[in-house]
């Protein structure tokens, strides 16, 4: 096994024995299973999970994520001072706590999902649903390596990690709103295709209404943004800038561990 | 003539405006035991994770046991580091923390056990990190740097904390590690201790070094009787 496995084996292990895991998994479990009984239809459930999913889970994995590293850099210097490589240890950390992460979101969301077996017109918006999630924690724990990496401090790191969270969950949108309003006297598809591609979590959340029903509530831009993500090289076009916000933030990360002074 | 274990020539460390370490040049003899000494922020602790890799150095080059510290960790193979607090996953047991390092190292790495009964630490080895005493948390530091039977060992502040039964305990380990040949770096301000284990004295004084080589010669150049004296001259003679 190589270095890199065998620390991310290592650093998993630590992350599982953190609790927090579990209680995270179990807690989208209860949120699943309270929107697959309560939400009145099987379209509505998956809308709600969506929407936890495109908040919740960002906010979630980027805080934990970030308290867990601050917490762990004495046992990062401890392994820094074994004989690894940088670039092996950074694998090893990032490997060991996204997947354990990303396991626990497609177990607290995928099972209950799994276990009402949705028919065929939904099945699109559930595979939807949990390749979002899950491309999303591999984000935001690539970030959160960002931030605990670039920001001594793990109080202004921590200050940082939600301003990121702000701005992509909630200012943006905002900031697109106002563009919309701005330039409503112009052909906007084209812009706002590109503005939804600059931002994951508006990539994932769009990704997702298109599969449901309420894009009909989209109006004309929704037309046209069905008529891009229903081509399957616009699927693949989404699936590939969602994989893009994942591999950004990593690559920044590593950049900034490899010249990180301990 | 033997190669030296360690060689630092003409290292900078700048944090930002600041400069920690200006032009520092070091060689640590083999098989010999060498204190850096020097005030609150002459730069021990940074002169010790350069040569670990842990942090980048400004300019200059640093080669231990003749490798260069650089990106490839390999070299500190045959390093044993005690941090000055070493704080693990609190979770942990002593036993699961050795077992992990052992992992990372590889299992075909040969392990040395005999600090833990030294140390008296077998009673405590299955116990979370978090229930034990700071003292007893150092023990294990102590036993995991010189685990892996390393040729180099760098203690940073390694009797901070330690009851005086303890800390006499590991000064006699770290001597009977020189008379096997093993070298050994020691940070610290006790100066009584470092008279007790030292041969050689790397001594800083805002990021430059301003006296290496042998305590004893340290002690005629400033005509003091001990080690302690011998720094305080030397300080007030640079101050001055």
Same mark, same amino acid.
């Given at each position: ?11 998993? %292990?630590?992350?599982? %024995? ?19 009984? =309560?939400?009145?239809? *099987?379209?509505?459930? #998956? ?9 919740? #889970? ?46 626990? =979101? ?8 799994? #276990?009402?077996?949705?028919?065929? *017109? ?31 401090? %793990?109080? %202004? ?22 563009? #919309? ?43 046209? =943004?069905?008529? =891009? ?34 | ?30 098989? +010999? ?71 990372? +190292? ?5 392990? !040395? !056990? ?114 302690? +004296? ?6 007030? +003679?640079?101050?001055?």
């Amino acid at each position: 096994m190589s270095i890199a496995l065998r620390l991310a084996r290592i650093h998993a %292990r630590d992350v599982l %024995r953190g609790r927090w895991l579990i209680t995270y998994a179990s807690g989208l479990a209860l949120l699943a299973e309270s929107f697959l009984r =309560f939400s009145g239809s *099987e379209s509505n459930a #998956v809308l709600g999970l969506g929407t936890v999913t495109l908040i919740a #889970v960002p906010l979630l994995t980027l805080v934990v994520a970030t308290v867990h590293l601050y917490a762990a850099r004495d046992f990062i210097e401890a392994l820094l001072a074994q004989p690894v490589r940088r670039r092996a240890l950074f694998a090893g950390l990032y490997l060991g706590l996204a997947l354990p992460a990303a396991g626990a =979101f497609l177990v607290g969301v995928g099972v209950p999902l799994a #276990v009402r077996g949705f028919g065929d *017109e939904l099945r699109g918006a559930c595979a939807t649903l949990l390749v979002s999630g899950v491309l999303l924690t591999l984000t935001f724990v690539a970030i959160a390596c960002c931030v605990v990496f670039m920001v001594e401090d %793990r109080l %202004r790191g921590l200050g940082v990690a939600l301003g990121v969270w702000g701005l992509l969950a909630v200012l943006y949108d905002a900031g697109v709103l106002m563009f #919309v309003a701005m330039a409503s006297d112009w052909p906007l598809e084209k812009p706002l295709l590109a503005l939804t591609f600059a931002n994951p979590i508006d990539l994932a959340r769009v990704s997702l209404l298109l599969r449901l029903d309420t894009a009909g509530l989209m109006g004309y831009t929704g037309a046209a =943004f069905q008529h =891009f993500f229903a081509e399957w090289w616009g699927a693949g076009l989404a699936l590939a800038a969602l994989t893009g916000w994942v591999a950004i933030p990593v690559l920044i990360s590593a950049r900034a561990f490899n010249r990180k002074d301990f | 003539m033997t190669t030296p274990m360690v060689e630092v020539a003409s290292l900078t460390k700048r944090f930002g405006s600041v400069d920690i370490l200006r032009g520092v040049d070091v060689t640590i003899a083999r098989g +010999r035991i060498t204190g850096i000494v020097g005030p609150n922020g002459a730069g021990k602790s940074t002169l010790i994770k350069l040569i670990l890799g842990l942090t980048r150095p400004t300019s200059g080059r640093i080669l231990v046991d003749g490798h260069p510290v650089d990106e490839d960790g390999a070299y500190r193979a045959r390093i044993g580091y005690m941090p000055q607090m070493g704080r693990f996953p609190e979770h942990l047991t002593a036993r699961e923390l050795f077992d992990t390092m052992h992992e990372v +190292r590889g299992r075909d790495v040969e392990v !040395d !056990d005999d600090l833990v009964g030294v140390l008296s630490l077998q009673d405590q080895l299955d116990k979370p990190l978090r229930t034990l005493s700071g003292g007893t948390r150092q023990k294990v530091n102590a036993c995991l740097a010189l685990r892996f039977s390393p040729a180099l060992v760098i203690l940073d502040e390694p009797t901070a904390g330690l009851d005086p039964r303890s800390s006499a305990l590991l000064k006699d380990a770290v001597l009977s590690l020189r008379s096997s040949g093993v070298t050994t770096i020691v940070a610290s301000h006790v100066m009584s201790e470092l008279e007790e284990l030292c041969d050689d004295i790397v001594f800083l004084l805002d990021g430059r070094v301003c006296y290496t080589g042998p305590i004893s010669d340290l002690r005629g150049l400033t005509r003091q009787a001990n080690l302690e +004296r011998a720094v305080a001259a030397l300080m007030i +003679r640079e101050v001055a």
